[in-house]
Nanobody, 121 residues
């Protein structure tokens, strides 16, 4: 069994910062890609940022230059540092992990439970 535990969401004023974290626990052979997505009511979940196993990052255009994704492979954790937050960044943020529970086995996709980020103007 694998569980993703997210933390770090909250309420912040525009221009402020938050750092999200997502830790994977359980049967973990290895982790490939990790990423963050956000969803607002009535809209599809959208990509915010991803990072590969080698550390290569990719960002949505709307967050480039403001958000930074990173990972700690020793702790099986992915982070999202969000600076210069704007009201349009409001949403529920979900982490996603591509993980191989047993070495040599198939890759599975796991989602975190989501954490609310609210940016007030």
């Amino acid at each position: 069994q694998v569980q993703l535990v997210e933390s770090g969401g909250g309420l912040v004023q525009a221009g402020g910062s938050l750092r999200l974290s997502c830790a994977a626990h359980g049967s973990i052979g290895s982790i490939n890609g990790m990423g963050w997505y956000r969803q607002v009511p009535g809209k599809q979940r959208e990509l915010v940022a991803t990072v590969t196993g080698s550390g290569s990052a990719n960002y949505a255009d709307s967050v480039k230059g403001r958000f930074t994704i990173s990972r700690d492979n020793t702790e099986n954790t992915v982070y999202l540092l969000m600076n210069s937050l704007q009201p349009e960044d409001t949403g529920v943020y979900y982490c996603k992990v591509l993980l191989i529970p047993r070495v040599g086995g198939p890759t599975f996709q796991y989602w975190g439970q989501g954490t609310q980020v609210t940016v007030s103007s």
